[in-house]
């Protein structure tokens, strides 16, 4: 007999390893598919609800007190999954809503502890509540959609940022993104774009609005294009010709832009599992690079490099866009412990680095603690570097993005009426000879 709620019970283990059990969205998909096997159409719907949830939850839990004074019993996790899923159909999705509210209340009238079906009249009210009520909530999160996101994000960025630049921030986050392709061959981007029914982006990307199974695009299987948002493709396109070294390669986007441009480029990444993505891809592209597996921190190029692209390990609060797991399974504290890695790594490269070398340094955060205020830090400590500063001209249609000081910070809201950016930081030196 076929389990007519599984689908929904897939979507709340998910939330469950994500929010309880600290895994991010695509390990918690493996993580349940293991108890509630999944396939076809039922697991995309899965994950829409638990992607929805996510990328709404600050408002969502926002809705929840406001509706239960005294919140959910912290004894009824179940309960509170059971809401939040209920919640994200009703205001976020295209879902009937007797069909949100009454496979709400199966599953919770269905629940293994006593408490948790103790809860069944409380999300049989909730849900219908939030469906009379849905106009006048959406209408709240319209006029602050900063309440989507995870509180402490939303007042680091408001402080950095200011209150507008939040909101239109939180606008672009919160809406589904649009999928971004780098190209093997530049001068193939107006033909790739026509075919796959995408847009040229000024910066070479092509970008699609309509999302589809990427393995199953025209030049997916000849290796002429892999996925990378348009911001993540703004590094490699900064670094001066000739061999360079990229560290922190992994998933390898990066590495596959340089190895396109002609360049001997070495690949290093202390994850081997996450550079066995990369090689797949140098296979497919019929690009070729060399792949070193080793902690960048204990490693030393026999000769010293003229270029470097370090992407340093990050927050990644730039990326909650396309993983909006991230706000959620990051704090303060790691922002705090990622920038001193950070300081560290950048460190470790100027002094193995050539006199003239040139060093492009990036970080896929919003943190300023991560971006401005490391690359400060960086050249108080090391006066044997300069900046290199960044020009319009070699990123256009992004003037937006530059700084006073020649540095990029690419913000979720720029290109926002094209689906938006990732948030990037980008900073370029010099070695002093």
């Known amino acids: 007999m076929t389990d007519s709620l599984a689908p929904r019970r897939f979507a709340l283990a998910i939330l469950d390893h994500v929010l309880n059990r600290h895994q991010t969205l695509d390990g918690a998909v493996d993580q349940a598919l293991k108890t509630w096997p999944m396939i076809g159409l039922d697991r995309s719907f899965a994950r829409v609800i638990a992607t929805k949830a996510l990328r709404n939850l600050g408002f969502i839990d926002h809705v929840l007190a406001d509706f239960l004074t005294q919140g959910v019993p912290d004894k009824c996790r179940y309960a509170d999954l059971v809401l939040r899923g209920g919640l994200a159909q009703i205001l976020f999705m295209d879902v009937p809503d007797h069909a949100a509210v009454d496979s709400s209340v ?80 530049p001068h193939e981007q107006e033909a790739l774009a026509k075919a796959l029914k995408g847009v040229c982006l000024p910066t070479g990307s092509v970008r699609l609005t309509k999302l589809s199974d990427v393995t199953a695009l025209e030049g997916f299987d000849e290796g002429r294009l892999w996925v990378q948002d348009a911001a993540a493709s703004l590094p490699a396109r900064l670094l001066p010709e000739g061999d360079a070294i990229d560290f922190c390669a992994a998933p390898g986007g990066k590495s596959l832009q340089l190895a396109a441009q002609g360049r001997h480029v070495i690949a290093l990444d202390r994850s081997a599992r996450r550079l066995a993505r990369l090689r797949e891809n140098l296979i497919r592209t019929g690009l070729d690079a060399e792949i070193v597996v080793s902690d960048a921190l204990n490693w030393t190029p026999k000769q010293a490099p003229k270029r470097v692209l370090l992407d340093a390990p990050c927050s990644a609060t730039g990326t909650l866009r396309r993983h909006p797991d991230t706000g959620w399974l990051k704090s303060p504290v790691d922002v705090e412990k990622l920038a001193d890695l950070q300081s560290k790594l950048l460190d470790h490269v100027a002094g193995i680095m050539a006199d003239d070398g040139v060093m492009v340094y990036c970080v896929c955060s919003l943190e300023p603690e991560e971006g401005e205020d490391q690359v400060r830090a960086f050249l108080q400590r090391r006066p044997d570097f300069e900046r290199m500063a960044i020009t319009p001209d070699e990123l256009p249609g992004l003037d937006m993005a530059l700084n006073k000081d020649g540095d990029v910070r690419t913000l979720p809201s720029h290109w926002a009426d094209q689906g938006g950016l990732d948030g990037f930081f980008i900073a370029r030196f010099r070695k002093i000879a």
């Not at 007042?155 to 921030?169: F, N």
């Open 106 to 185: 199966r599953l919770i009238a269905g629940a293994k502890h006593r408490a948790d079906r103790g809860m069944k009249p409380v999300v049989n009210a909730v849900l219908r509540r939030a469906v009379r009520e849905r106009d006048s909530l959406l209408a709240q999160l319209d006029a602050n959609p900063g309440l989507a996101l995870p509180r402490w994000l939303a007042d680091r960025w408001q402080k950095a940022y200011g209150a507008e630049t939040l909101s239109d921030m939180a606008r672009v986050i919160i809406a589904d993104p649009p999928l971004d392709l780098s190209l093997r061959d």
